[in-house]
């Protein structure tokens, strides 16, 4: 199975300030279609998990555009430009490459400093 | 759309847990159901899927055999049962709807998740 790993597994962040967020895969991501199959989701406080990104740098709906994914290959990065309170949550990089399994990262927790 | 899960469910070990997830709002047909598990303080664990439209399923290599997905095309409803539980399928159960396009899957509406708590 591919193995994704994030980092880091705790991010304090300053409102308005940016933040950053890792995600690496034990073997490239890349789908014969060309696309790199890596998909970002959030899980806010009591809340069930929501898509954020999919293939990498697309938004999901109702996503704002201070959120951006970038990537390749291995290696994939979730930026939220300036942080606001309503993004205190886990983030989690998914692999749907090679299915099944679709396999998670640890979860990155975002909270306010 | 609309994604609606069942309540929530005690059982004894050993026992089994079917639990639903009622979809709403778009062609079932059209859209596959994942089911995906977070045990107290853990990650998300993916569990299982099933092709609304024909009945196929997959599922993770360490619930073969335990995990069966179902689904009732009239009702518009997907069922995951779990057998042989023990304490540590102690967990959160989401379904989640998937759109996909071949072999890639992503999961844009999710259901609010149903808690099975296995307790002697």
């Known amino acids: 199975d591919i193995v994704v790993t994030q980092s880091p597994l705790s991010l304090p962040v300053t409102p308005g300030e940016p933040a950053s967020i890792s995600c690496r895969s034990s073997e490239t991501l890349l789908h014969s279609s060309g696309y790199y199959t890596l998909d970002w989701y959030v899980q806010r406080p009591g809340q069930s998990p929501q898509l954020l990104m999919y293939?990498?740098?697309n938004r999901a709906a109702g996503v704002p555009d201070r959120f951006s994914g970038s990537g390749s290959g291995t290696e994939f990065t979730l930026k939220i430009s300036r942080v606001e309170a309503e993004d205190v949550g886990v983030y989690y990089c998914?692999?749907?490459?090679?299915?099944?399994?679709?396999?998670f990262g640890q979860g990155t927790r975002v909270e306010i400093k | 759309v609309q994604i609606v899960q069942s309540g929530s469910e005690v059982k004894r070990p050993g026992a089994s847990v079917k639990v639903s997830c009622k979809a709403s709002?778009?062609?079932?047909?059209?859209?596959?159901i994942h089911w995906v598990r977070q045990a107290p303080g853990q990650e998300l664990e993916w569990m299982g899927w099933i092709n609304t439209d024909n009945g196929y399923t997959r599922y993770s290599d360490t619930l073969q055999g335990r995990v069966a997905i179902t689904r009732d095309t009239s009702a518009t409803t997907v069922y995951m049962e779990l057998s042989n539980l023990r304490s540590d399928d102690t967990a959160i159960y989401y379904c989640?709807?998937?759109?996909?396009?071949?072999?890639?899957?992503?999961?844009?509406?999710w259901g609010r998740g149903v808690q099975v708590t296995v307790s002697s």
């Open positions: 998914v692999q749907a490459l090679q299915t099944p399994p679709w396999t």
């Open positions: 989640a709807r998937a759109t996909f396009s071949g072999t890639y899957h992503h999961l844009d509406n």
């Open positions: 293939l990498v740098s």
């Open positions: 709002g778009y062609v079932f047909t059209n859209f596959a």
